[in-house]
């Protein structure tokens, strides 16, 4: 499915390519010594932390040694590393300059800085995943913490991405969970791309979010068995991860992948650098943030849009009082969110009006739309009790009071056009957030 598109011209005008190497079965980590010989590589350095040395690096070891292919190793001495200055430099000042390739062996930080311990180092990237937790294994990017601040690093996308269901079925039960979690988001994204497309004319491509669906299908498909670490719903959400961080690269933007929902998760993270506040795995806020947004959505497809409440609504919206609350909610961290608006102007009022006349002439196309790629609610929420995942903030330690706020603030984050900006274009962002 993920080849048949690559490198062959699209119907959406570009041409899809992507260039790592996926390999997922059981036992498929014995590959290893073939894939190296492939690669010329002679001397790989592993990267674990102390989990995933256990979950899966001793064993890399012992199958290169057993093919005599020599290695340096580091394990970050850490149960769970942060991803900061300190652990990158830890991973730097360790690797061994004779080494000629880098094979990370975990999930989120041991690949986030894999990455960007084999972009310095100008060498290939291998992954081994330990956990189908997140969708970062295709991406080019690291999702690290720098001068206390979230940001997604620039580094370097796998050359080789291996997904072994015997290493995988392994994982904490929580992980197995944020990775579902992290798939279930795409319902969202995919209807918001859609929406973006009719409103603001973004680029979208109806085959990359066809591939999305698919993923997605097969991991809710598999949802029952997951606790149960049967390979094949293992394995469908391993894949599925994979295949959203190559969509994001077939597409060159992260629409495929999230949407309003990822934004709360963001918020979240966001609060807990500069407070110190509670949050859970990524895919574990996005599962709640989907949840929120397809009840959200369920209101939003009762009303009836009203042009002279939302004229009225963006003219007595006062950005300075926003600021202030965003400044109060996210402290030094709002002050990026709140500089965009002079790039954005999304709150100027000539061009709200002409955005609003486009919603209102689409209105029964945006609710088709809605109607074609959400999930009912209630639907979601028996999924998420069948994995008995968390459903609310509150569950997370997260305080349950600022869940309205957070919604309002996900319209501030990037500038992409997802349902708190068509709330607020309608006109009854306070509104829809009150209900929750
Ligand atoms: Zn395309
Ligand atoms: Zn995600």
Not at 150 to 164: E, F, M, N, R, T
Not at 175 to 181: F, M, P, R, S, V
Not at 409 to 432: C, H, M, N, P
Request: glycine share 8%; charged share 25%; with cysteine.
């Amino acid at each position: 499915m993920l080849h048949a598109m690559n490198g062959a011209a699209c119907s959406c005008g570009k041409t899809h390519s992507f260039s790592a190497k996926v390999v997922t079965g059981a036992g498929v980590v014995h590959q290893l010594p073939e894939i190296l010989a492939e690669m010329g590589i002679k001397k790989p350095f592993l990267l674990t932390d102390r989990n995933t040395w256990k979950a899966a690096g001793e064993q890399v070891a012992a199958i290169l040694t057993a093919a005599g292919i020599p290695c340096s190793s580091y394990s970050l001495p850490e149960d769970a590393p942060k991803p900061d200055e300190q652990r990158v430099g830890s991973a730097v000042m360790h690797f061994d300059h004779s080494c000629d390739a880098v094979i990370g062996i975990g999930s989120g930080v041991v690949n986030d800085i894999g990455k960007i311990l084999a972009a310095t180092a100008k060498v290939p990237y291998i992954i081994v995943g330990t956990a189908p937790s997140m969708d970062g294994y295709a991406s080019a990017t690291s999702s690290m913490t720098r001068d206390g601040l979230k940001i997604s690093l620039p580094s370097k996308g796998a050359d080789v991405i291996i997904g072994d269901t015997e290493i995988l079925c392994q994982a904490p039960e929580r992980l197995l969970k944020a990775g579902l979690g992290d798939m279930l988001a795409k319902f969202v994204s995919i209807c918001e791309w859609r929406i973006a497309k009719e409103l603001v004319g973004e680029y979208y491509c109806p085959q990359i979010a066809q591939l999305i669906r698919s993923a997605v299908r097969l991991c809710v498909d598999g949802a029952e068995g997951l606790l149960r670490r049967e390979p094949q719903a293992v394995q469908a959400v391993f894949e599925g991860l994979v295949i959203g961080g190559v969509a994001m690269n077939y597409a060159g933007l992260s629409r495929p992948a999230s949407g309003c929902e990822h934004y709360l998760s963001h918020l979240i993270d966001m609060r807990s650098v500069e407070f110190g506040t509670a949050e859970d795995l990524h895919g574990t806020q996005c599962a709640i943030g989907t949840l929120v947004m397809l009840r959200l959505y369920e209101k939003l497809r009762e009303i009836t849009p009203n042009r002279e409440k939302a004229l009225t609504y963006a003219k007595s919206f006062d950005f300075a009082d926003w600021s202030a609350q965003l400044r109060q909610l996210l402290g030094k961290g709002a002050e990026s969110m709140i500089a965009q608006e002079a790039k954005e102007g999304k709150y100027d009022l000539a061009a709200h009006e002409k955005r609003l006349e486009v919603i209102l002439e689409k209105w029964e196309c945006l609710l088709q739309i809605m109607a074609e790629e959400l999930p009912a609610s209630k639907d979601l929420e028996a999924l998420l009790d069948t994995i008995q995942a968390p459903k609310t903030l509150g569950e997370i330690g997260v305080e349950e009071s600022l869940l309205p706020i957070f919604f309002m603030a996900t319209k501030d984050i990037r500038d992409k056009y997802v349902l708190s900006r068509l709330a607020w274009d309608l006109g009854i962002l306070e509104e829809l957030a009150q209900t929750l």
